[in-house]
């Protein structure tokens, strides 16, 4: 089985890789009638001026907006540019074309989407916009709009994303390239409105934008004469961290929020808890934290990794390759003609039984030969293949709970790529609008270079002890802040990435955020914490897009924490432990315990799956009790077990001996998990 195995991989990575490297789209913004000659100035502001009514939303009372592409300056590159669709403070007719004046102090938000390769028009339909897009392709207004507080202007970025345009070579190469299109974006823009170059602005946005801005605000640092008044900026769900903090270390995390997701399985969690512990995600969080920066993980691969590389390099069409083997294994269990449902459900419990089977025969001390220290992954595989509501074929990476498979559709696409649409909003004719597409660094799909995008930047974690020392002479503050139902960018990442820098003179916080916050109904929403400039907040019940899951919770974050200064859960005096708004012992724990509802069905929400509570009390009872002592070896063997344990280079050798149970099988037919051979199936490889 092994060596068929490795045969068809090596199948696999020749078809994909005859695919060749495709050239990324050339894209130029339209000159629509009325453009002004010359360059940009307030001259543009009737232009770029948004008529109304929008075709097809006839009937919704909208505040002024204004949108368009701004180019970048990029020198060889005229055709790059940004699209922006900025949208007034409702009820403030006129803010955005007021004139320049050094005492105006409306604020202003620019919200940036991640990906990278998201469209800032994602966010305004169906998060934090004036207007969504549903299911059935119809709009409605949304009332927790963040323009109800401030003129706010959604941007696709970097360039070539969404709406903004570049031409086949003038894609970013780097981090830095981004941020210097986005400071002449920002001077252009403000030459066309004024007022923004000096009314306080507040730049927010969520997961990879953890990335594109710490590195817009370390370059607009360096401006001599900065284009913008940078008040605050706020970061959800971020990509701060290294690939390994950000999306393998929460794993335990993940499971102990939701251990519906291994279907409260003691041994399936003591397995990836000794996985976790071999990899050397187990570190030891204190406040403050002490023993300097942590060690630099690295991301042990296994055998499966050869193969994903591959295919994500090679087939740069595909959105997202894990997403496709989890379908492809759902319309194998579903359709296969020789397997009926019956049949299938009994051989899914036996295939359980021989996972459960074949890790417990494995030495302790051993890292999975297939998926290496890729634990996130096999967590996800675990629960496709084995847990039921996942078991049907999808896995919310964004909102746990949500076991929808296929997801319901909210779609903006029909309505931005429009011939009215696009000449309401000065849009582009040469591309059409997606919500995301794989994108291309250095204008090339290669994501052998840099992390698993393809971006060779060094993650932000690395320069935000300067950065931060920099904003705190500037009096600008920062807040990072996560869904608990978010396993993308699972909050205890960010919370790693924080106690492993140095901001106000100590590193990371001085004391655990455990200060309860609530919403406009006396509801408790979450968890805040503010220390020396540095604000975390955690959302109850909201998964990685926070304002599309928690509206309402989301306005009131916004104003009291990001526009406003609202003090609850500041460190008065870390020593005697006085913070305002008090702390609760239960919140802080590593995890904040994930509903007990998961919800089901196909393009809508079908079903419920509840947990019995002799389960969940079974539970609680083994996780106030388990010990890392009881799955890992001692710490003083400990460092030279984790850099002697490799990973085979062959399926052949990726058996690891059963011994220490009679009863195991050689793990070999089982280093592809079921889902890969789901795959293999439907592509008529295996039979």
């Given at each position: 089985?092994?060596?068929?195995?490795?045969?068809?991989?090596?199948?696999?990575?020749?078809?994909?890789?005859?695919?060749?490297?495709?050239?990324?789209?050339?894209?130029?913004?339209?000159?629509?009638?009325?453009?002004?000659?010359?360059?940009?100035?307030?001259?543009?502001?009737?232009?770029?001026?948004?008529?109304?009514?929008?075709?097809?939303?006839?009937?919704?009372?909208?505040?002024?907006?204004?949108?368009?592409?701004?180019?970048?300056?990029?020198?060889?590159?005229?055709?790059?540019?940004?699209?922006?669709?900025?949208?007034?403070?409702?009820?403030?007719?006129?803010?955005?074309?007021?004139?320049?004046?050094?005492?105006?102090?409306?604020?202003?938000?620019?919200?940036?989407?991640?990906?990278?390769?998201?469209?800032?028009?994602?966010?305004?339909?169906?998060?934090?916009?004036?207007?969504?897009?549903?299911?059935?392709?119809?709009?409605?207004?949304?009332?927790?709009?963040?323009?109800?507080?401030?003129?706010?202007?959604?941007?696709?970025?970097?360039?070539?994303?969404?709406?903004?345009?570049?031409?086949?070579?003038?894609?970013?190469?780097?981090?830095?390239?981004?941020?210097?299109?986005?400071?002449?974006?920002?001077?252009?823009?403000?030459?066309?409105?004024?007022?923004?170059?000096?009314?306080?602005?507040?730049?927010?946005?969520?997961?990879?934008?953890?990335?594109?801005?710490?590195?817009?605000?370390?370059?607009?640092?360096?401006?001599?004469?900065?284009?913008?008044?940078?008040?605050?900026?706020?970061?959800?769900?971020?990509?701060?961290?290294?690939?390994?903090?950000?999306?393998?270390?929460?794993?335990?995390?993940?499971?102990?929020?939701?251990?519906?997701?291994?279907?409260?399985?003691?041994?399936?969690?003591?397995?990836?808890?000794?996985?976790?512990?071999?990899?050397?995600?187990?570190?030891?969080?204190?406040?403050?934290?002490?023993?300097?920066?942590?060690?630099?993980?690295?991301?042990?691969?296994?055998?499966?990794?050869?193969?994903?590389?591959?295919?994500?390099?090679?087939?740069?069409?595909?959105?997202?390759?894990?997403?496709?083997?989890?379908?492809?294994?759902?319309?194998?269990?579903?359709?296969?003609?020789?397997?009926?449902?019956?049949?299938?459900?009994?051989?899914?419990?036996?295939?359980?039984?021989?996972?459960?089977?074949?890790?417990?025969?494995?030495p302790n001390g051993t890292i999975d030969p297939w998926y290496g220290c890729d634990i996130f992954d096999e967590m996800r595989d675990y629960a496709v293949n084995f847990t039921f509501p996942w078991s049907n074929g999808g896995f919310d990476v964004y909102d746990v709970p949500?076991?929808?498979?296929?997801?319901?559709?909210?779609?903006?696409?029909?309505?931005?790529?429009?011939?009215?649409?696009?000449?309401?909003?000065?849009?582009?004719?040469?591309?059409?609008?997606?919500?995301?597409?794989?994108?291309?660094?250095?204008?090339?799909?290669?994501?052998?270079?840099?992390?698993?995008?393809?971006?060779?930047?060094?993650?932000?974690?690395?320069?935000?002890?300067?950065?931060?020392?920099?904003?705190?002479?500037?009096?600008?503050?920062?807040?990072?802040?996560?869904?608990?139902?978010?396993?993308?960018?699972?909050?205890?990442?960010?919370?790693?990435?924080?106690?492993?820098?140095?901001?106000?003179?100590?590193?990371?916080?001085?004391?655990?955020?455990?200060?309860?916050?609530?919403?406009?109904?006396?509801?408790?929403?979450?968890?805040?914490?503010?220390?020396?400039?540095?604000?975390?907040?955690?959302?109850?019940?909201?998964?990685?897009?926070?304002?599309?899951?928690?509206?309402?919770?989301?306005?009131?974050?916004?104003?009291?924490?990001?526009?406003?200064?609202?003090?609850?859960?500041?460190?008065?005096?870390?020593?005697?432990?006085?913070?305002?708004?008090?702390?609760?012992?239960?919140?802080?724990?590593?995890?904040?315990?994930?509903?007990?509802?998961?919800?089901?069905?196909?393009?809508?929400?079908?079903?419920?799956?509840?947990?019995?509570?002799?389960?969940?009390?079974?539970?609680?009872?083994?996780?106030?009790?388990?010990?890392?002592?009881?799955?890992?070896?001692?710490?003083?063997?400990?460092?030279?077990?984790?850099?002697?344990?490799?990973?085979?280079?062959?399926?052949?050798?990726?058996?690891?001996?059963?011994?220490?149970?009679?009863?195991?099988?050689?793990?070999?037919?089982?280093?592809?998990?079921?889902?890969?051979?789901?795959?293999?199936?439907?592509?008529?490889?295996?039979?």
């Amino acid at each position: 089985m092994a060596a068929m195995l490795a045969t068809v991989i090596l199948l696999l990575l020749v078809i994909l890789s005859a695919n060749g490297q495709l050239t990324p789209p050339n894209s130029f913004p339209h000159v629509w009638p009325g453009q002004p000659k010359g360059p940009l100035s307030v001259a543009w502001q009737q232009y770029y001026e948004v008529p109304y009514p929008l075709p097809n939303l006839t009937g919704l009372a909208l505040p002024r907006s204004f949108a368009g592409n701004i180019p970048v300056n990029r020198t060889g590159h005229p055709n790059d540019t940004l699209f922006f669709w900025g949208f007034e403070r409702q009820g403030a007719n006129g803010s955005l074309t007021a004139p320049a004046h050094a005492n105006n102090s409306q604020p202003w938000i620019i919200w940036l989407q991640g990906g990278p390769g998201s469209s800032g028009m994602l966010g305004l339909s169906t998060e934090n916009g004036p207007i969504h897009v549903l299911t059935n392709g119809s709009w409605v207004l949304n009332p927790y709009s963040w323009n109800t507080l401030a003129d706010t202007i959604w941007i696709d970025q970097p360039v070539g994303t969404g709406f903004s345009t570049s031409d086949s070579k003038g894609y970013i190469a780097d981090e830095d390239q981004m941020g210097e299109d986005f400071i002449a974006f920002l001077k252009n823009l403000v030459s066309v409105f004024p007022s923004l170059a000096t009314r306080p602005l507040y730049i927010t946005g969520e997961s990879y934008a953890g990335t594109y801005i710490p590195y817009i605000v370390k370059h607009l640092f360096a401006q001599s004469k900065p284009p913008v008044n940078l008040k605050k900026i706020a970061i959800g769900d971020g990509s701060l961290g290294s690939f390994a903090t950000i999306r393998h270390l929460p794993v335990l995390n993940i499971l102990e929020t939701y251990p519906a997701i291994i279907g409260y399985d003691q041994d399936v969690f003591n397995y990836f808890r000794e996985q976790h512990h071999l990899c050397g995600f187990d570190l030891n969080l204190t406040y403050p934290q002490t023993g300097g920066n942590f060690p630099t993980l690295n991301l042990t691969q296994g055998l499966r990794a050869q193969f994903l590389v591959a295919a994500e390099t090679s087939v740069a069409a595909v959105s997202s390759w894990r997403e496709a083997i989890a379908s492809a294994y759902s319309v194998c269990a579903g359709t296969k003609s020789a397997m009926k449902r019956a049949d299938y459900h009994e051989r899914r419990d036996l295939e359980r039984l021989q996972w459960k089977r074949d890790i417990s025969g494995r030495p302790n001390g051993t890292i999975d030969p297939w998926y290496g220290c890729d634990i996130f992954d096999e967590m996800r595989d675990y629960a496709v293949n084995f847990t039921f509501p996942w078991s049907n074929g999808g896995f919310d990476v964004y909102d746990v709970p949500d076991a929808t498979h296929p997801e319901p559709s909210m779609d903006a696409g029909p309505f931005l790529n429009s011939l009215d649409v696009r000449a309401a909003l000065h849009a582009p004719t040469s591309k059409n609008w997606s919500s995301s597409f794989n994108y291309p660094f250095g204008s090339v799909y290669n994501k052998s270079i840099g992390n698993e995008h393809g971006d060779p930047s060094v993650e932000p974690v690395a320069f935000l002890t300067p950065l931060f020392a920099n904003a705190s002479e500037r009096n600008i503050s920062f807040i990072f802040y996560s869904g608990n139902d978010d396993a993308q960018v699972q909050h205890r990442g960010t919370e790693v990435v924080i106690q492993n820098f140095t901001f106000g003179g100590v590193q990371g916080f001085s004391r655990k955020p455990a200060t309860p916050w609530f919403d406009d109904d006396g509801n408790a929403a979450g968890i805040v914490h503010q220390e020396r400039g540095l604000t975390y907040v955690l959302f109850t019940g909201a998964g990685h897009l926070v304002p599309q899951w928690k509206p309402a919770q989301a306005l009131v974050f916004l104003r009291e924490f990001v526009l406003g200064s609202n003090q609850n859960g500041t460190v008065v005096n870390s020593s005697t432990g006085e913070v305002v708004g008090g702390e609760n012992k239960t919140l802080a724990e590593d995890f904040m315990p994930g509903g007990n509802e998961i919800f089901y069905g196909s393009a809508k929400t079908e079903g419920t799956s509840t947990i019995p509570s002799a389960t969940i009390a079974a539970w609680e009872s083994f996780i106030a009790t388990a010990t890392l002592d009881a799955v890992t070896l001692s710490s003083a063997s400990m460092s030279s077990i984790v850099s002697n344990s490799t990973v085979p280079t062959s399926p052949s050798s990726a058996a690891p001996s059963s011994t220490g149970n009679p009863n195991s099988s050689a793990r070999s037919a089982m280093d592809v998990p079921i889902i890969f051979i789901a795959v293999l199936l439907g592509m008529g490889l295996l039979v």
